[in-house]
């Protein structure tokens, strides 16, 4: 089994200069891009971008997050810009998502949501769970029993959610996770 990283197109961008409709949020202030960097460099940004290997934010409801997935028999675990060769179309995908909230979600559920086309091939809400606000981590299964249009493989990915009463809801995403399927 195989573990490399591809050029893809990813969109877990957050735009910094996100101005609410009284206009009274600095740029960064309200929402924001995650870099895991290979190097605190620019080359080491353009990498990142590059890989996929970033998250964002808005609300500032998270200040780190953590996504994986974990297949038997893969040597390591993948995470968001990773495309990994699993063969095995009934294999079992353990998604595990772990985080740090922000001042924007301090004391209040999260509701995450693990989102890919593993089950029937087409986008879909996989697991919805509430991570309780004295809770970090959670995880779910997927089979791996469907391929995306491309029909070679399928795609993982998460979303955090806290659910506003007054507005919008603030939301966290990840870039997916693809797994290539025999």
């Known amino acids: 089994r195989q573990m490399c990283i591809r ?3 990813w969109g877990a961008l957050a735009s910094s200069d996100y101005h609410n409709g009284n206009m009274d949020k600095a740029p960064c202030a309200f929402t924001r891009t995650h870099l895991i960097v290979p190097e605190w460099s620019y080359r080491g940004v353009l990498m990142a971008l590059r890989a996929g290997t970033f998250w964002a ?103 955090v959610r806290l659910i506003n009463a007054s507005s919008a809801d603030y939301l966290a995403y990840t870039n997916p996770i693809r797994l290539v399927l025999d």
Not at 65 to 89: C, N
Not at 122 to 148: H, M
């Open 7 to 9: 050029d893809r197109i």
């Open 57 to 159: 934010d808005h609300g500032r409801i998270l200040d780190q997050l953590r996504f994986s997935v974990e297949v038997d028999g893969l040597e390591q675990v993948a995470f968001p810009g990773y495309t990994v060769s699993v063969g095995d179309r009934d294999s079992l995908a353990e998604m595990t998502l772990a985080l740090v909230r922000g001042p924007g979600s301090t004391g209040q559920p999260l509701t995450v949501e693990f989102i890919g086309n593993c089950n029937s091939g087409e986008a879909e809400v996989l697991s919805t769970q509430v991570l309780a606000p004295e809770d970090s981590t959670l995880s779910a299964l997927v089979p791996l029993a469907a391929t995306g249009q491309d029909d070679e493989g399928c795609s993982l990915r998460a979303r």
